[in-house]
């Protein structure tokens, strides 16, 4: 039962495996060469308790295109609304015996339990602030395309890192495929801790964007702030948010990225998500393409690369 928990523990043969497997099915689609059946007679089960639009449709839309039967859980309509709890919820769905249940829950390590409890496939499709393994490998590939390379590029990750499990597997990939990755933003929302893992820190959008060739802005999560700080809104764009006057700090051919959904006005300026060096309609679009390669991954079976997932 492979599963895909996170980047962590993965290797870079492995994601690199995942980016070529997810390349080839970016061609298929835009040749609207849609029609496969690797997955035909395997059921495919989404579960999200917290919101989504793009990961959840891109997963739906992945596996009906690999011809897997796709159900998608509505769990505000279900009995999680009576108090049945997600280990009970996830041992309901198991009965029914799907191939790979695909999880997003707000609590950090909740899908990883999961995953100990049914006998089917469970892909991390985001949990609470640790990891959001498929958004990494979208980020990756939409790079990749780009620049022809991960290696040595400088990343600039910019804004509420803290509570960011974008930002966490983000830094996970773009690290093991030897990328230099900064970190940016206010020192409450910007841990120092990540010092330690040999990453750069600072507070300065002028120093962070220096030379940077990708400039990936980050949602202030303000729904995970309760009880901490808070930033104004005017305040945190004024610093941190980035306008076409910060980006200029970065190369002249620097690619602006942001996972969505975007607080325009706060983290990022629309003339900058909507100009011509964004990237951000281009990420969900490699969004559909990795969901296939993950979930060809890890419910096709081992072999042929597919040791990718565990
Ligand atoms: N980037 C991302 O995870 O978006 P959704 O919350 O809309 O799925």
Same mark, same amino acid.
Do not use: C, H
């Given at each position: 039962r492979p599963h895909l928990l996170g980047i962590e523990g993965l290797s870079k043969p492995e994601i690199l495996d995942l980016l070529d497997r997810a390349e080839a099915f970016v061609?298929?689609?835009?040749?609207?060469?849609?029609?496969?059946?690797?997955?035909?007679?395997?059921?495919? @089960?989404?579960?999200?308790?917290?919101?989504?639009?793009?990961?959840?449709?891109?997963?739906e839309l992945a596996g009906k295109r690999l011809g897997a039967d796709v159900m998608n859980m509505a769990v505000s309509q279900s009995s999680v609304k009576k108090g049945e709890t997600l280990i009970d919820t996830a041992m309901t769905?198991?009965?029914m015996n799907p191939d790979v249940i695909v999880v997003r829950h707000h609590a950090s390590g909740a899908v990883a339990l999961l995953a100990q409890k049914v006998d089917c496939s469970v892909v991390n499709a985001g949990d609470g602030s640790h990891e959001h393994p498929t958004q990494a490998l979208l980020d990756a590939l939409t790079i990749r395309r780009h620049k022809g390379r991960i290696e040595r590029l400088t990343v600039a990750i910019c804004g509420d890192v803290a509570h960011s499990r974008v930002a966490r597997s983000n830094i996970l990939l773009l690290t093991a495929l030897d990328?230099?990755?900064?970190?940016?933003?206010?020192?409450?929302?910007?841990?120092?801790?990540?010092?330690?893992?040999?990453?750069?820190?600072?507070?300065?959008?002028?120093?962070?964007?220096?030379?940077?060739?990708?400039?990936?802005?980050?949602?202030?999560?303000?729904?995970?702030?309760?009880?901490?700080?808070v930033p104004s809104v005017?305040?945190?764009?004024?610093?941190?948010?980035?306008?076409?006057?910060?980006?200029?700090?970065?190369?002249?051919?620097?690619l602006v990225m942001h996972p969505g959904p975007m607080n325009r006005g706060v983290e990022i300026d629309p003339a900058v998500a909507d100009g011509p060096?964004?990237? @951000?309609?281009?990420?969900?679009?490699?969004?559909?393409?990795?969901?296939m390669a993950v979930l060809e991954a890890v419910v096709a079976g081992r072999g042929n690369g597919a040791e990718a997932v565990r």
């Open positions: 061609d298929i689609e835009r040749q609207k060469n849609r029609r496969r059946d690797t997955l035909a007679g395997r059921t495919q @089960i989404n579960l999200f308790f917290e919101n989504s639009t793009r990961t959840q449709s891109s997963f769905l198991n009965a990328a230099r990755v900064r970190l940016v933003g206010p020192s409450t929302l910007v841990p120092g801790a990540f010092r330690d893992m040999g990453l750069e820190v600072t507070t300065s959008m002028k120093d962070g964007l220096k030379d940077a060739d990708i400039v990936m802005m980050l949602r202030l999560q303000r729904e995970r702030m309760q009880g901490s700080f005017r305040e945190y764009f004024r610093y941190w948010g980035l306008d076409e006057e910060k980006l200029a700090y970065a190369k002249p051919d620097a060096q964004s990237l @951000i309609r281009e990420q969900v679009e490699m969004g559909v393409a990795v969901r």
